[in-house]
């Protein structure tokens, strides 16, 4: 039974507009708002009717009076739920991503441009919630929680922006449908080995202040730590001089999509994501190789993590 319910609702809502997605920003007009009595509503209107109907048996004009302005109050609470959502833009729709598994926070921004606060709007996507208004500036913002279980892209789907407001009688609501998908990263793998070896120790070095190995003596230079003062050598040349230091340049990691032929796809792409996180922690540089792709880096930071873990995640499935 239930689940003849659930296909119903689904059948129903294939008929309410949006029936595709749609580019933001998008402004919720009256055609594509919908009301229908909540069910305090209903025991509402039940009441009255039954009021209505007792005045008119007794003929008793009070009564009848309070059944007429009670169910104006209903009607009212019908067009003032339409109004709350009647002008509302959606703006942009925006999430971090995050790794497949875990929970994505999907922002839709809200705002209106008619002056009118908007109270008690409610976002639904699935099983995940989110209430709001909209301040003094017209403003306002969703933060809905939906989970994520592959990696690629996510279509977030339709979402319901919905109001009871101002009385709790009637319902209005209406859809949203994103054409701007999520992009959901590749699950890292727990435990994954060491990076892998940049083929060669570290020959080469820079000067560097924070070095360990000792490498020249130049002049003294406004701004050289005292530290690095050489005060032997100094006293020899009759003028101060400091000794610059090296450090070992470290090679840039290699992560190299064929090197891993012994494990299945999906784990390989794990153990890949796993590593670029760990290169980032460590702080070191790093390529990635992957098939018919041009190769990434190297580099390090925000922006080439982002990269890799991109072209991760959008990997065709096997």
Known sequence: MRAALRRLHARLQAFERPR??????????????????????????LLVLAMTLG??????????LLALLLGAAGLASLIAGHLQLSGLQVEALSAEPVAAGDVLWLRLSLSTRDGRRRRGLRGDLDDAVAWTGTGADGNAELALSVPTHHRGWLDPG????STTQPLGLARAWSRVWPRQPLL?????????????????DAQHSRVHPLGEEPHQLRPYRSGDAPRTITWKHSARRDSLVVREYERALQQDVPLDWDTLRALPREPRISRLAAWVDQAER????????????????????????????????LLPDA
Not at 55 to 64: E, F, G
Not at 158 to 161: K, S
Not at 184 to 200: H, K
């Open 20 to 45: 595709a997605p749609e580019p933001l920003p998008v402004r919720i007009g009256r055609r594509r708002i919908y009301v229908l009595p909540t069910p305090f509503g209903l025991f509402y209107g």
């Open 55 to 64: 005045a008119l048996n007794y003929n008793n004009n009070p009564a009848l």
């Open 158 to 161: 339709r979402i319901r922006l």
């Open 184 to 200: 959901v990263y590749p699950r890292a793998e727990a435990n994954p080995p060491p990076l892998p070896d940049s083929g060669g």
């Open 282 to 313: 460590e702080g070191r540089r790093y390529r990635l190789r992957l098939p018919a792709q041009p190769e990434l880096g190297p580099g390090r930071g925000p922006e080439h993590r982002h990269a890799c873990l991109r072209a991760l995640a």
